[in-house]
């Protein structure tokens, strides 16, 4: 739990988080996927002021279409139909997860097996107003 605070999550919904998903976990990936420094990077705050920052500006981590996290790019990590941790996989274990206040309240993915997703398509619609 100690490392879990430090890398900046709330203790229950780290455990929370874990106990969902470790009965899905299936390859070593998959396990090494919910420790805590792997959660931390695959978690979205969502404020509208945050998910546009981090998802579509161009100089953001998951905005910036040269970084390696790019989600809308079909060759990252993020973006690729096939990785566990991509929003476009409809069959993804580990989604981003989306927080607000400390707490999951969804999860950016095509998986509609997971509890509350949110679909990325569906947010960059939303969002393109606003931009």
């Known amino acids: ?12 919904a780290y455990l929370n988080y874990v106990f969902k998903k470790l009965p899905y976990a299936e390859t070593v990936e998959d396990i090494e996927a919910l420790l805590p420094w792997h959660v931390k990077e695959n978690k979205i705050l969502t ?14 981590t998951y905005g910036s279409e040269y970084s390696a996290n790019y989600i809308w790019k079909e060759y990252t990590t993020f973006g690729s139909k096939y990785s566990s941790h991509s929003p476009f996989n409809e069959y993804a274990s580990i989604p981003p997860m989306m927080i607000k206040g ?15 997703p949110i ?8 969002c393109e107003d606003e931009l």
Not at 119 to 126: D, E, I, M, Q, Y
């Open 1 to 12: 739990m100690q490392t879990a605070k430090l890398d900046g999550l709330e203790p229950y």
């Open 47 to 60: 404020t509208p002021r945050v998910v546009k920052r981090l998802l579509f500006n161009e100089y953001a």
């Open 102 to 116: 400390g707490k999951v309240i969804g999860y950016l993915t095509a998986n509609k097996s997971i509890t509350s």
């Open 119 to 126: 679909s990325p398509n569906l947010l960059k619609a939303l």
